[in-house]
Structure formats: structure tokens, C-alpha cells
């Protein structure tokens, strides 16, 4: 299976972004990380990863555009509609859980340690409770 529908998680266990790939589900993460398509603080407040592989384009696409209406992800800006869709989708797969450890190695490469990132004034103490945190587990 090449293409995969992914699925970013904050601590509430609210889906905060969903998205698909074709390149292989730990380089998309990767990508994510490396191009700073988000801010810092929605990196930090990542707790689960978790996706579905499947076998064409179109199935990733039609996944992927079902779960950014049935959710709203924040982060979310491509594929949102102001009408809710009223359709229920089975997704016949098993959703695979995104090993957090891996996710949070390649965060401290990306951003480092809570020394040297640079955050606004006012968010700085949630910032390094997050970071200590990821770094305990």
C-alpha cells in the first residue's frame, strides 16, 4: 500500500490536523517537521499520531477530505467546507497508531532542546512544561 491518510492528536484527544501522502507515512511526518508547516506550539501539543494505509489515490483523497469535514481540525486550511457533509463513512481499515516516541525524537532534532527555541514572551513557561514533558517519556 503507498498512500496513507494520517491523523495529528493534542491532549484532549481532539484531531487537531488530518492529511494524506503518497511518500510513506514516517517522511511525511518528517516533511511536516522539517518545513515548519505549523507553529511550534502545535508540534508541542501533538499526542498521538495514527493512519491508515490504503491502496489508491482517490481512497486517501476521499478519506482525507471525509475526516477534515467530519472533524474541523484547527489546522486544517485545504478541504474545509462550511456545509457539513450528513454521509457516514466506514473506513475499512485498521487505523495503525504512529510510534510518539519516533515523533517526538525527530521534534527535539527539529526544534531542539527548550534552550533554543524561540518562543513568544508570554508562552514561554507553557513551552517548557511541554518540552519537559516529551522529554520524560
Known sequence: MEYS???FFDESGQVIYVGKTSKGIHNRIRNHLGSGTF?????LNVEKNDYVELNSSIDATIIELYLINKYNPKLNKQGTHSEKSHLDIDIPCSWIVY????YKKMLRKRFGSKNNIVVPH???EKYERRIDELSKK
Open 5 to 7: 491518510v494520517y491523523r
Open 39 to 43: 507553529e511550534l506550539y502545535h508540534y
Open 99 to 102: 510510534p510518539i516516541n519516533d
Open 122 to 124: 508570554e508562552e514561554i
